[in-house]
């Protein structure tokens, strides 16, 4: 191996202390030598529209798909509202599956995270994920994901990642990661 | 009853010849007695952001609120991007079901009709809407849904719904919204 | 009001000792004088096949299917397996379902309940039972679910559910279901 | 490669004269030379029951989980019920899930089809699809999905699927999983 892969993160909350960018962030600080996660921020990304679209990509749009395709992986972090999506990040993945049949997150490995402050830690989002990743036929990893229930005792005050147990579920699902992209790409 | 229910109609797309908002705009004009859609327009509404929302709802987003409080119910036309909700419906529906405990979206009467190219006429996002309307604590209309697949053959070049199946379930589907909003409202 | 509400109450799973099972148990028992809930045990009910239907429905069928028509309600606890509905329960649904268009379940208020040992207790099954209900033409109670996280803790080795928040929020879901059944049977 | 690749086939119905049998049998009939595909009917597979399972395994759940344990990939034509997944089907995955962290389906590359009278073809039940399997640890190929709508046309008097969109699409989809199988075996 060449060095370590590249992963563009991407937390589905624009809130500047939001605990899913917070728990991107310890991801990105803790991450093992096989992987170079680097923070992408949607703040900029405007509302998907097709009329938009068809006079260009806006920047901060085609910066975002640059990102993905030069990226050997996508790594997710997001709250769940109403049991859902995040508009905020569904958005960037609409934009993200464009244009059709040549996107760049087509093929392209992914794995999700998300914390909430509820007891849930966001299970049901990652359920609704599941189809939407899919039909942007993206490839992603199973058996590994991380769902921190609690946010607001699992981080400090200054937005470390504290609970032991989180960090143990980060620290095994970044490995599963780099395992992941690693038997994709051997071909 | 004193008078026809009022609709809030929302679509779930931004681009001006959006063939769901054309198909919202078949119900308005379609409309029976029982009901009176007026429909809402989704832009302007910004990226859900909780940091904004800590300084009072932008105004795109408190009229919004306010036209689902003083509606008896709310009509959603929506297209289905990669499985799901399209990020811009699903980021409305975010703000509408804000602040928590204290939404105008909850306990209110709620019907979803869709239409697309492809053969299913969003079937899959009308699947994914179930959970979340459910988590905005929206009682939603079952049994008399509209999926109107062949978008582009559907409506003829100004717009208007051509094919007489999807006229007949729309219409049928007004007319369970109505009952369903009565049955609802009866207590 | 003539009497209490009859409610029938369906548990996901077969195992004797079932968690879900004492859940429903405890329901039945803690009941208000609003809901008279009755358990209908799902053993005997064989795995749906078209050519079987063809020649009539089972008796433990033709006894669910009845069971359902004479009631106001429908109560349902559930296991989660492998992030959905557990095919015993999800076999039962089938059979409710039947005859298409004439089915005792079409219309009927539904209300679900879930325990489980880890810590979600059940949400995502909960998200995936809400089109399935949908199809069914069901009429979900929204907004009081319950999701009893740590099942090996919250009851006590007699299958007695003793974790005060869990009890509440029970309480607090049956009376919610008997508000919701008289909503709808108002007209 | 040392001969094709060796696959489950597994329909979601019980039904004699299931379509998506048919569908199945038309997959096993046309596979390219990369794929031997065996069909395992699930008649016999008795309603998952831990109180069974406890007692060990019975024979046509023995069978089944031997079967996909030998295999190189599973591929699963099913129904849609309610929006959902057959119990039929969700039985025997539950079985196939079994016993936790040491199922022979876990990692298991896996393909789903279906087919159904109406226009949707099963495109619900695939959306559903994807976190069941996810959450079985199996690994989902991604657009190349197969979904036929109008099955009483699309097969003749005999079960042979004579609809020549949907043949081009099982063969597109077929050489699209050996390919998926043959990317995660070459580590």
Do not use: I, R, Y
């Given at each position: 191996m060449a060095g370590p892969y590249r992963i563009v993160g991407i937390a589905g909350s624009l809130r500047a202390k939001s605990f899913n960018r917070a728990l991107l962030e310890h991801a990105r600080k803790s991450a093992p030598a096989t992987l170079a996660i680097e923070i992408h921020d949607l703040a900029g990304v405007p509302l998907f529209d097709q009329d938009v679209e068809a006079k260009g990509y806006p920047d901060a749009v085609a910066k975002l798909q640059a990102a993905v395709g030069a990226a050997d992986g996508v790594l997710i972090a997001t709250p769940e509202y109403n049991s859902g999506i995040p508009g905020v990040l569904k958005n960037a993945l609409d934009w993200m599956s464009r244009?059709?049949?040549?996107?760049?997150?087509?093929?392209k490995p992914v794995a999700v995270m998300g914390t909430s402050p509820g007891m849930g830690g966001t299970l049901r989002v990652q359920v609704v994920m599941r189809p939407v990743l899919a039909g942007m036929g993206m490839a992603q990893m199973v058996g590994a994901d991380v769902a921190v229930p609690s946010a607001t005792t699992a981080f400090?005050?200054?937005?470390?990642?504290?609970d032991e147990r989180a960090r143990a579920a980060v620290a095994k699902s970044l490995d599963a990661f780099a395992a992941w992209i690693g038997r994709l790409k051997s071909v």
């Open positions: 244009p059709p049949g040549k996107s760049t997150s087509a093929g400090d005050a200054e937005g470390n990642l504290v």
